[in-house]
């Protein structure tokens, strides 16, 4: 079955940098896309970045310039790297295989606060 | 950018009765409408993808319908366990969620 667990999460001050990982088990990482999604406390889902298996990469305007995904195909592993964080980017961020150009497995997702 | 709008933002129903969801687009995204749900404390689940199609796993009393602009998510007859979130999403251009529509008991 396919799993997805994050990991990274935590409490870090505005302008400060996090890494999420987010390690994946049960098909073969390398031949998918992958994305990460975030979720505000109470509110809706945002669509953050995507990176396909070749390694291209897309972003949502919200966060271009400041966050950077990532993939490690030999350790089963996505990554997304968030410099200069500020207080709008607490939120849970879940990490999802792509299926036919959109999130379809998703995990359990890690939570990141930003404040000082 | 691609607006996606649902409503209603809340719907109140019972145990068995058919309930529709709605998600609007801004503009033609075609098929690339996909619907995910999500209960209280978890990560969203998909449900269908590309407008109609059911996700393995996923009841048949879930279905989805529309074209273009216009798109529903009908649960036939509601379980308990379908009282939710349900968030529609567009992959036509760009990637975008729409609000969502809380599902509560009547």
């Known amino acids: 079955a396919v799993q997805l667990v994050e990991s990274g999460g935590g409490l870090v001050q505005p302008g400060k940098s996090l890494k999420l990982s987010c390690s994946a088990s049960?098909?073969?990482?390398?031949?998918?896309?992958m994305h990460w999604i975030r979720q505000a406390p109470g509110k809706g889902l945002d669509w953050v970045a995507y990176i396909s298996s070749s390694s291209g990469t897309v972003y949502a305007d919200a966060v271009k310039e400041r966050f950077t995904i990532s993939r490690d195909n030999a350790k089963n592993t996505l990554y997304l790297q968030l410099n200069s964080l500020k207080s709008e980017d607490t939120a849970i961020y879940y990490c999802?295989?792509?299926?036919?150009?959109?999130?379809?497995?998703w995990g359990q997702g890690v939570m990141v606060t930003v404040s000082s | 950018d691609i607006q996606m709008t649902q409503s209603p933002s809340v719907l109140s129903a019972s145990v068995g009765d058919r309930v529709t969801l709605n998600c609007k687009a801004s503009q033609n995204i075609n098929k690339y409408l996909n619907w995910y749900q999500q209960k209280l404390g978890e990560a969203p689940k998909l449900l269908i993808y590309?407008?109609?199609n059911l996700q393995t796993g996923i009841p048949s009393r879930f279905s989805g319908s529309g074209s273009g602009t216009d798109f529903t998510l009908t649960i036939s007859s509601l379980q308990p366990e379908d009282f939710a979130t349900y968030f529609c999403?567009?992959?036509?251009?760009?990637?975008?969620f729409g609000s969502g529509t809380k599902l509560e008991i009547k």
């Open positions: 999403f567009q992959h036509n251009s760009w990637l975008t």
């Open positions: 590309n407008t109609n």
């Open positions: 049960g098909f073969t990482f390398s031949s998918y896309g």
């Open positions: 999802a295989r792509n299926l036919l150009g959109a999130p379809g497995y």
